[in-house]
């Protein structure tokens, strides 16, 4: 069975600081691919990064940065200089290699940047 | 930006009344899945659709839900006997194939059920 643990509820910060949320993953299969997603307050999820597995190279992307260790079944997202418009949650997310679109959702990390 | 578009973006309706959830995925994906997530809670699997059949579901998907791709572009969510626990945000998304692309998900119905 596949699980995905966000172990931040959320997390609180004042716009500019850098934040990371945490993503612990299990899972059996030795392909899979692991993802971010952001929900913004209206609702939508909109998607920020897939990995695979054999893909353990960290990724940039403007502010958004994420770090992937198989050793420690972790994919944690670093955002850089907050800004209020991160404010959403973000799931992270993993797909075994035979079901792709057969996503497991961590619950989530609140974050709320304040002015 | 092509995009995952779904109808309606609230529904409420009574206790043992079916709905009809739709969803135009991509044009040129051709796989096509829906999700759901009661409010406050993380984002759950539901089923999966290729080939015009089902090719993967969850628990959570028993004999009231079923899906339909009527047409070349539609792919509906049908609830036939809707409960209070059905209330929730359901969203589709559709991707390109089985293990390229991202998952683009669209902008989800909330459901309502009194």
């Known amino acids: 069975a596949q699980k995905v643990t966000q172990a931040q509820t959320e997390i609180s910060v004042v716009e500019k600081e850098d934040v990371t949320l945490d993503c612990v993953y299990e899972t059996r299969d030795t392909t899979y691919y692991l993802f971010w997603y952001k929900q913004p307050p209206s609702g939508e999820l909109v998607f920020l990064i897939r990995?695979?597995?054999?893909?353990?190279q960290n990724e940039i992307s403007g502010r958004y940065s994420w770090n992937f260790q198989k050793s420690t079944s972790s994919f944690n997202f670093t955002i850089t200089a907050s800004q209020v418009v991160d404010s959403a949650v973000y799931f992270c997310a993993l797909s075994g290699g035979t079901s792709y679109g057969k996503l497991t959702f961590g619950q989530g990390t609140i974050l709320t940047v304040h002015p | 930006e092509p995009e995952v578009t779904q109808t309606p973006s609230h529904q409420v309706t009574q206790m043992g009344q079916e709905v009809i959830l739709r969803c135009v995925p991509i044009s040129n994906h051709l796989y096509f899945y829906w999700y759901r997530q009661i409010l406050g809670q993380k984002v759950e699997f539901l089923v999966s659709f290729y080939n015009n059949e089902i090719s993967e579901k969850s628990e959570i998907f028993d004999d009231q839900f079923s899906v339909e791709r009527p047409d070349g572009s539609n792919f509906t969510l049908k609830i036939r006997s809707t409960k209070l626990e059905d209330s929730a945000m359901y969203f589709c998304?559709?991707?390109?194939?089985?293990?390229?692309?991202?998952?683009?998900f669209g902008e989800g119905s909330r459901l309502t059920v009194l």
């Open positions: 998304a559709s991707s390109l194939g089985l293990n390229t692309g991202e998952l683009f």
């Open positions: 990995r695979n597995s054999f893909d353990e």
